[in-house]
């Protein structure tokens, strides 16, 4: 716990307990092997060169076992009743054009597999960081003429949810040098700066202490790997950036506007360092 002020922390109920708090980020207590419906997802994996610690790991390896079954069968994974109403939606006309998804893309959802590894990426096209949600977006407001699906909530991420999970065991694998380069240095700041009342990085907690024991839960690697996730606490599927605004409300920081230049600089590095892990989405966890 070199760089975060224990009393800061206690004082705001994030009490790290015991010995563990004294100690560097630590691999989970035992890896087993992630197989979901049959499918080999890579969860652990040495960290690419651009990190400072050996190995990369998903979070499912640091939940509790009961939460980690719930993710191995998708008849236990609550977060696919979502993901069942997004491939409803997908089928649905909506918007002035009288198109649903499904009428564009005839191969239905399964045309995007391998897609979630890749993203956040360039878009040549709209000379902007793409994001999944920025790509069913654009879809839906300028070749539909639908509204724009509001970040964060049940439709997005659920949309979302269905595709990223045609892309389950590949192998993430963000690019993150040509047109990215500064966007991704813009993330990797975000990262590392202390921000908000306690003083605290994301690397404070996902870089030094995984492994380590906060509250009543084991803190992970914060990957992205695993989204959108199924959390138990709020019983829906959450985005890549509710987690991260949920991280900075318990860091006392100010969250980035939803959408907005900053969290896509941070999604785009928070993804480089689960390069070599396997897509898993939609996930369990607390
Ligand atoms: C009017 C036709 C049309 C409709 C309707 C449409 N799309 Fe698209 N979509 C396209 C075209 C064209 C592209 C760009 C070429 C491509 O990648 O297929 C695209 C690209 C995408 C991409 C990026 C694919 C990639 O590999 O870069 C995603 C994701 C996507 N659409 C999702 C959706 C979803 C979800 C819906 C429904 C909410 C939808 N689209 C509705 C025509 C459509
Ligand atoms: C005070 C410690 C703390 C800080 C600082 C923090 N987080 Fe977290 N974060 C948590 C806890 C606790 C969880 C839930 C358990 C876990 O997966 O670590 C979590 C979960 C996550 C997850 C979900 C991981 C998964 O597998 O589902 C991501 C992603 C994440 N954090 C990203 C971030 C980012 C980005 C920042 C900086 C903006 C950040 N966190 C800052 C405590 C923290």
Redesign the pocket.
Known sequence: MKN?TLSA?IATG?ALVGTAALAEGQPPAEIKPLVIDGINIVAEAQAPSHMDIPAIY???E??AEETQVLQLDDFDNPGMLEVDAAREAFNTVDGAAGKSCASCHEGGPEEFKGLAAVLPRWNPDQNALYTMEDYINYCRTARMQAEAWPWGKTQLNGMVGLLNLQSRGEIRNVAIDGPVADLWQQGHD??YVK?GQ?G???????EE??GVR??A???????????P?YRLKNAHLNS?EN??K???K??R?EPYKPGGPEFHA?ELY?ASRGNGLGIEGP?V??
């Open positions: 975060i922390v994030f998903s979070g499912w640091f939940r975000i990262y921000q306690l605290m990085s994301c690397s404070s907690c996902h202490n995984y906060i509250r839960e084991i803190l992970s690697q914060g990957q992205t790997t695993g989204f996730v890549v987690r991260f949920g991280c900075m318990n860091m920081a941070l928070v996930s966890r607390n």
